[in-house]
């Protein structure tokens, strides 16, 4: 797979997600499957793994761990802070100096590392500044913990702040067809300040596939049954718009899924897409996208059919919506 810069460093233009091996999407899979694709992902060209302190409260960086520490040489590694479980086994949004450097050494533990690539702070936390939470991050850097220092899900405004205290090496935040949000101001913001935009979504949470048809088979522990787009009645409208999404990609020689990785590709250098996945064909058919050419035509036919306009329901419920300062449409 060629490769795009965060920072210094060289990453496959199609990182791995790595929360749905853990956590969001039910049922995740079982232990030694998620191994087994972690480490032919590696093999397949993947040399970015995104993981979470959140994703399932820490296991999700212990698997990374045992799958695929053992070959820690091969890629670039990435988690979060600032969004976990805390001591009283509640979830909370808790950016505080003290405790993302406490989270920091958990998940250095969990990982089995000494230092990680790049490090998140993985929402805004309204009761703390900016400049404090990314003060703390700086302090993480100068201390060889973490080697650079990444926002996720934040306005433009919040990452122009950030950077004024420390280099944003990257800002990591949902991005695809059917969520455009990062256009008003993110991705502008980070073409300004030399950051990397890591596209977290990028196949629509499965929509953009095709391979999503009746959101009532969904397990209730599943995320997306919260999401106002995968509700009864929304998401059928939605599905709409996939017959002449299915023709453009057929078009293009390639699947959805590819088409709408490739679109985003196109779209800028700096974007980069990390798809995640619990099935080791859907992660070697995601691969294909870094050979897909999407015509001018094709490109202006994708942005007219799956737009803010086009597209019926908003991403988050407004609980989730709380937690998230990315400008909305």
């Known amino acids: 797979m060629r490769t795009r810069k965060i920072a210094e460093f060289d990453v496959s233009r199609i990182g791995f997600g790595c929360m749905s091996l853990s956590y969001g999407y039910a049922p995740c899979p079982e232990e030694d499957y998620a191994i087994r694709l972690l480490n032919e992902a590696l093999d397949n060209g ?40 805390n001591n009283e086994g509640v979830r909370e949004i ?19 590392v000494d230092v990680i690539d790049l490090y998140y702070l993985h929402r805004p936390d ?17 201390e060889g913990k973490i080697r650079t220092v990444g926002l996720s899900e934040m306005s433009a405004e919040t990452i122009l702040r950030a950077h004024e205290v420390h ?29 990397a935009f890591v596209a977290f979504g990028p196949v629509g949470r499965k929509f953009l596939t095709g391979k999503l048809q009746d959101v009532h088979a969904l397990p209730d ?43 985003l590709l196109a779209k800028e250098d ?17 691969t294909g ?8 035509d094709v490109m202006n036919c994708l942005e007219q059919l799956i737009n803010q306009d086009t597209v019926i329901g908003e991403r988050y419920d407004a609980r989730a919506q709380k937690s998230v300062t990315t400008e909305q449409f």
């Open 289 to 296: 996208a870094d050979d897909v050419v999407v015509s001018d």
């Open 270 to 286: 700096h974007i980069i897409p990390i798809p995640g996945t619990s099935s080791i064909e859907h992660m070697i058919e995601n």
């Open 126 to 142: 309204p009761n703390v500044e900016i400049e404090e939470s990314m003060g703390a991050l700086a302090d993480l850097v100068k």
């Open 46 to 85: 993947y040399t970015f793994m995104d993981t979470a302190a959140l994703y399932g409260f820490g296991e999700n960086e212990k698997l990374v761990n045992k799958a695929i520490g053992h070959r820690r040489d091969e890629f670039f590694l990435a988690s979060k802070c600032g969004l976990r479980r």
């Open 221 to 263: 522990e599943d995320m997306r049954k919260t999401m106002p787009r995968f509700q009864d009645g929304v998401y059928e409208k939605n599905l709409e718009l996939l017959e002449e999404f299915a023709n453009l990609a057929e078009e293009s020689n390639c699947s959805m899924a590819q088409l709408a990785l490739a679109w």
């Open 94 to 112: 808790n950016g505080r100096p003290e405790v993302l450097k406490e989270t920091c050494d958990q998940s250095l533990s969990r990982l089995g």
């Open 167 to 195: 280099p944003v090496a990257a800002v990591q935040t949902e991005y695809s067809l059917w969520t455009r949000n990062p256009e008003i101001a993110v991705l502008q913001a980070c073409k300004d300040i030399g950051a």
